[in-house]
């Protein structure tokens, strides 16, 4: 046992049917400090957790907490041993309430003061500076509150060890530092605390020290200032990486004819989720992006564009021919993919294969009395895993069961199928590792080059900036303005956000 | 050395076809069958004997427990298709199906009972035609109806037909006024008994053609792939162009016109209908059969085949159970619920997970052992390292 540790994980061994998840890995965590844990897709993080939060069963190797060797049963079995957990995906119940939610499983006596539980859980939230009431119905709330009444509950739990996994994937920059700022508490009290992200500047701002995993075996620990971050990626990428460098740019941009007819033309685009009405075009070749913060309406713009809500009113044309996108399929049979921001609740269809998930879109453009041969199918799906070099044991092996950005690319894989002209993805970075990041956004540019249009969104606006060349700014459900050019830069783009000077 | 390599692989293979044949979600209901039959074979030697004989009408006929049971399981099995979609797209069931049975059939006894008997053969077709198309059409308006209370109104499937549970077997007596109908036209019976001539009974026909008429559905359509999808994640469909209520709604017509024909074999078993015993209690084992199936009662991914199976191991189960003069009648369904609970629970996601668990477990171990042993062996022999390695 090393020094001030309070939790030592040794030789932990995890299998499942035909994969090594975990081989011999090790991981320490010290009093007080925050610990990233880091690793690409399927580097074995998830599994890590969920091993030391008894969710699975490990298969070899021995915790121990502050010097004793425990066996953890179950979730509850972790909770009671103090170590506490927010998952990247909230497991909390929407149909109950913030306090109901936060106190669910914990309360000893068969009897329960309601009224009590809702003032102590009030003034806690009030201490986090969450803005929200004790009995408002969870799932009301949006999703960064929903996070923060998780990371709640696990604060009031007195854990030792806190482990936030993906916490702030989807969390804007006031309540990361709001979040920053809790965990910079936490660990003057003592908590150990395990920071799974995917953001590297994260890492660097808040965290002490570094675990790094790569296919399920433990690469190394290190002191965070021991670590640059060109160094860290190589790491996780196991080979020397050149960075994001690669990436643009500025030339492209110089193909488009943007006198020409747009692909893709709205005007006074008016749907029921709450945007005004707005209009919008885009031209062959060119990638353009939907900025602003979470609820500003940029998703919700897209979402009209493809029909996903309801749209009441507006002209949109195709190509110059004016059109009616009434439902998801009429925008598809006018050459639309549409990347939904939630993954796991409006892109992947859980169950079915990885083979099913590719050609799902293309299949029901196809139509309902002309199924895809299986030879067919098989090739598709084939041709598509290579292309994007998506990491699954089969074909046939459930969507739900692959990492989270092989996830992201079987519907990638699904929308390159149905070979669109207009391209839209919400997020599609979002909760994936940097490699995978890399990869969409050079296969981004790469689609531009030959001549298709995307809408690009994506939450880091670094990201933005290097693939698109023209970035709409949103705010309160409302186009606040269009930078291109010189204006696309990180400052200009956060002023326009905050407001005040376009128009 | 190769040989030995050759050994090896050729072992494992035979191991992970007997873990793929044990994981197959046929593998259950068939166990279930063969116990059944194992059973009941060394319980009483000629359960399973198949005599021809005349049967009252004269004909010679096939007669024994086998063919009774794969008779009267026909309804059963009719049903546990419908039910199968029904349940994969919207992740309930339909309670109703006993009752609009009922209405199916008062249907068809409604148009056959005003002919006379002694019509002239193609006008007797004629009539039948008619009558079971209208049969047809009611029962799938009646799906319809269900239908739409779940896909348009979102209400649960198991409330939504409640609906028709209760009432649906008033509607059957309204129908016909309530009347007794017996259809003296022994031509009417053929179809739910043998047609003179054949000796194999006739809804054994007509069961095999709703099996092979679906099959060609799931093949020539996307009826698999779309109530899959939908009963997995309906939002994620709609942003694929499916919509998910029409396809509902589709898979509850279906049902529909599944509960005409298992209506139309049974009032034609008897030539007669009794609205408040007709097909009573089918709907609940037509659920189980769905369950034992191995299906998801939950919704999306379906097994067909296993659901068939199913709806044969609970006809099955009660055939013998009713062959045990012991046995009370009235505490049968005692029996068969116990039967039925230990299939379910050996077929449960935990058990399945619990046994996978133990496997990988005891494969981990193996593994860990011939690496040790071999990392023994290169120490032990440095200069034959080679063997060592390979005998991993």
């Known amino acids: ?503 | 050395m190769t040989a030995n390599e050759i050994k090896i692989k050729s072992g494992t293979s035979v191991k992970d076809i007997l873990g793929k044949i044990v994981r197959n979600q046929l593998f259950i209901p068939l166990v279930a069958l063969l116990l059944l039959i194992l059973f009941n074979l060394v319980t009483d030697p000629g359960f399973f004997k198949i005599a021809l004989e005349p049967n009252s009408d004269g004909n010679m006929v096939l007669s024994g427990n086998l063919i009774t049971m794969i008779d009267y399981a026909s309804e059963l099995v009719i049903l546990a298709i419908g039910m199968t979609l029904v349940t994969s797209a919207s992740g309930g069931q339909d309670i109703s199906v006993g009752a609009t049975i009922a209405i199916a059939g008062s249907t068809v006894l409604r148009i056959v009972k005003t002919q006379s008997p002694d019509i002239s053969g193609a006008k007797f077709a004629g009539i039948i035609i008619v009558s079971f198309l209208l049969c047809v059409v009611v029962s799938a308006l009646f799906g319809a109806f269900n239908g739409a209370l779940v896909a348009f109104f979102k209400i649960q499937p198991m409330v939504a037909t409640l609906i028709l549970f209760t009432a649906g077997r008033s509607i059957a007596a309204w129908i016909n006024n309530n009347d007794n109908i017996s259809i003296t036209d022994k031509r009417f019976s053929y179809f739910g008994n043998f047609i003179p001539g054949i000796s194999v009974p006739t809804p054994v026909f007509i069961t095999i053609l709703c099996l092979v008429i679906i099959a060609i559905v799931l093949k020539v359509t996307n009826l698999r792939l779309y109530s899959q999808s939908v009963g997995i994640n309906a939002s994620s469909s709609r942003l694929n162009g499916i919509n998910p209520k029409v396809i509902k709604l589709l898979t509850f017509v279906i049902l529909g016109i599944c509960v005409a024909v298992c209506g139309f074999i049974k009032v034609s078993r008897t030539s007669s209908i009794t609205y408040s015993v007709i097909a009573n209690n089918i709907e609940m084992d037509a659920i189980l059969a769905v369950a034992l199936g191995g299906n998801n009662l939950g919704g999306g991914k379906f097994n067909l085949s296993a659901s068939v199976l199913g709806a044969y191991v609970i006809q099955f189960l009660t055939t013998t159970l009713y062959k045990f003069k012991e046995i009370d009648s009235s505490s049968i369904s005692a029996y068969k619920a116990v039967v039925v609970i230990l299939l379910i629970i050996i077929s449960s996601p935990f058990v399945r997970r619990w046994i996978d668990d133990m496997k990988n477990k005891r494969e981990a171990a193996k593994k860990d052992l011939a690496m040790a042993a071999a990392s023994a062996d290169e120490a032990l022999n440095n200069i034959e390292s080679e063997t060592g390695k390979e005998s991993v």
Request: proline fraction near 4%; aromatic fraction near 6%.
């Open chain 1, 1 to 503: 046992m090393k020094d001030g540790a309070v939790l030592e994980m040794r030789g932990i061994c995890k299998f499942f049917p035909g994969v090594r998840a975990l081989e011999n890995v090790d991981f320490t965590l010290r009093q007080g400090e925050i610990h990233a844990l880091m690793g690409e897709n399927g580097a074995g993080k998830s599994t890590l957790i969920k091993v030391l939060t008894g969710v699975y069963p490990k298969d070899g190797g021995e915790v121990w907490l502050s010097d004793t060797p425990v066996h953890i049963k179950s979730p509850q079995d972790a909770q009671n041993k103090g170590i506490a957990t927010v998952y990247q995906e909230i497991t909390l119940c929407p149909n109950l309430t913030v306090a109901e939610n936060m106190y669910i499983g914990r309360t000893k006596s068969p009897f329960t003061n309601w009224a009590k539980i809702n003032r102590q859980a009030d003034k806690l939230l009030d201490e986090l500076g969450i803005p929200v009431s004790a009995t408002e119905q969870l799932g009301n709330c949006s999703i960064a509150i929903q996070q923060m009444v998780a990371i709640a509950r696990a604060v009031d739990m007195d854990c030792k060890v806190l482990i936030l996994d993906e916490p702030t994937s989807s969390l804007d920059e006031q309540e990361v530092q709001k979040l920053f700022n809790l965990m910079r508490d936490l660990k003057a009290k003592g908590v150990g605390i395990i920071f799974v992200t995917h953001f590297l500047e994260q890492v660097y701002e808040v965290c002490d020290r570094i675990t790094v995993l790569r296919d399920g075996k433990l690469v190394g620990e290190y002191i965070i200032e021991d670590l640059p971050r060109v160094q860290l990626v190589s790491k996780m990428l196991g080979k020397d990486f050149d960075d994001m460098a690669e990436i643009k740019s500025g030339s492209e941009s110089e193909n488009i004819d943007l006198n020409g007819t747009p692909v893709y033309q709205a005007i006074n685009l008016t749907g029921t989720t709450g945007i005004k009405p707005f209009d919008f075009e885009i031209h062959k070749g060119e990638v353009n992006g939907f900025t602003g913060l979470l609820g500003s309406g940029r998703s919700e713009s897209v979402r009209a564009i493809f029909g996903a809500d309801r749209v009441t009113g507006g002209t949109v044309k195709i190509d110059g021919i004016p059109v009616k996108i009434r439902k998801p399929l009429d925008a598809m049979k006018h050459g639309i993919s549409y990347l939904p921001e939630d993954r796991k609740l409006d892109g992947i269809v859980g169950d079915l294969s990885v083979r099913d998930n590719i050609i799902l879109a293309l299949q029901v453009m196809k139509g309902f009395f002309k199924p895809f041969s299986k030879a067919q199918a098989e090739a598709f799906a084939d041709e598509y895993i290579k292309l994007l070099n998506i990491k699954t044991a089969s074909q046939d092996t459930p969507i739900k069961s692959l990492s989270g950005g092989n996830q992201q690319k079987v519907i990638l894989a699904r929308w390159l199928l149905a070979n669109p002209q207009y391209l839209i993805l919400d997020e599609p970075t979002r909760g994936i590792d940097v490699g995978t990041k890399v990869e969409i956004q050079k296969l981004v540019l790469k689609l531009a080059a030959e001549g298709k249009s995307v809408t690009f969104i994506s939450s880091e606006i670094d990201e933005m900036v290097r693939t698109c060349s023209r970035l709409i700014v949103m705010r309160d459900g409302k186009v606040v303005g269009e930078l291109k050019g010189d204006d696309l830069n990180q400052n200009k783009i956060m002023a326009t956000i905050a407001g005040g000077e376009s128009k």
